[in-house]
């Protein structure tokens, strides 16, 4: 589909759009990230990988792990119990967004990828403060099928010590009974997600496996079911590239998740998947580099789904 050469000479010729993000710097240990990085990976249905730039560099995982979460949320309870709790429509608001819980329904936070939509999932996740994590942690394994995945302790750490919005919104939902229970053990759970390091070809896979219906194209193990693959790539479509979903889908006509650390995820269904990662954000937080890099692959590689 893509020549290796001509995925090297993409990066290349993306590496301008770098230039016009900047790092984030409200989680005070992602501000000593490289700019200029810039990398991808391709991974298609049958396992066969390519990777071009910097594409084995590791970066936090951040909002991409919220995907991780929704599934696992999925498989542990049924779909309109979760939308009790959780609405599945997109915003205009920002990710750490504290105005997006809806009046209606007990302030339901507006969708599963805003930080306080991931929260809520996590709290929906089986297996309560002892096992939450783990069973998060396990899937997000088999997804990138990498069983040595590790937590950057100095990004969660900085991320603990000053994530006081997510703590503000977390409190407000304990208020509104959208959760219950230790909201500081469910916050150290969820800033521990989103500190997992993954590069590239990690995202590639995980991309693949959704764009695959769960069967992880590298591994050949099932993790999640198609029925749920699909919804969690719907939300992706509406939702994960946060105020530019509308424009991004547009652009690339991909379902895609960013974070900001500066990995995107985008899963082609019956294609493949691609992982980017450029730390250097534009000003809805996604990936500048990233969100060129995909646009011209979706381009060049035909990936449009629509
Ligand atoms: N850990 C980050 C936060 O909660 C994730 C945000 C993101 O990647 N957009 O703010």
Redesign the pocket.
């Known amino acids: 589909m893509i020549t290796q050469q001509r995925l090297e000479e993409l990066v290349n010729e993306c590496a301008f759009a770098t230039k016009q993000g900047k790092v984030a710097s409200?989680?005070p240990k992602l501000a000593e990230a490289d700019p200029q990085q810039l990398g991808v990976y391709w991974m298609d249905l049958e396992g066969n990988g390519m990777g071009a730039g910097e594409w084995e560099k590791r970066v936090t995982v951040?909002?991409?792990v919220k995907v991780a979460i929704f599934l696992q949320a999925l498989a542990d309870c049924p779909l309109d119990e979760l939308t009790r709790r959780i609405s599945l429509n997109a915003t205009a608001e920002t990710?750490?967004s504290i105005v997006d819980l809806e009046v209606k329904n007990h302030h339901r936070p507006l969708n599963p990828y805003i930080?306080s939509g991931a929260i809520a999932s996590l709290y929906m996740v089986s297996g309560g403060p002892e096992g939450r994590l783990q069973r998060v942690m396990d899937l997000l394994g088999k997804l990138t099928a990498n069983d040595a995945l590790s937590i950057d302790e100095q990004v969660y750490v900085s991320?603990k010590q000053t994530?006081h919005?997510?703590r503000a919104i977390a409190y407000f939902m304990k208020s509104t009974q959208i959760i219950d229970g230790d909201v500081e053990q469910l916050l150290d759970e969820?800033?521990r997600l989103?500190s997992v390091k993954v590069n590239c070809r990690d995202l590639a896979i995980m991309a693949a496996t959704l764009a695959n219906g769960g069967k992880n194209p590298v591994t050949g193990v099932c993790c999640a079911r198609k029925s749920h693959c699909k919804t969690a790539m719907a939300v992706m479509v509406s939702c994960g590239m946060?105020g530019q979903s509308g424009e991004f889908l547009v652009r690339t006509g991909m379902p895609a998740k960013?974070?900001?650390?500066g990995g995107i995820m985008a899963a082609i269904p019956g294609k493949g998947g691609l992982g980017v990662v450029g730390p250097a954000l534009n000003e809805t937080?996604n990936s500048a580099g990233g969100i060129e890099l995909l646009s011209r692959l979706s381009d060049e590689m035909d990936l449009s789904i629509l």
């Open positions: 409200y989680i951040q909002s991409i990710f750490n930080n991320e994530g919005r997510n969820y800033f989103c946060y960013s974070g900001v650390g937080g």
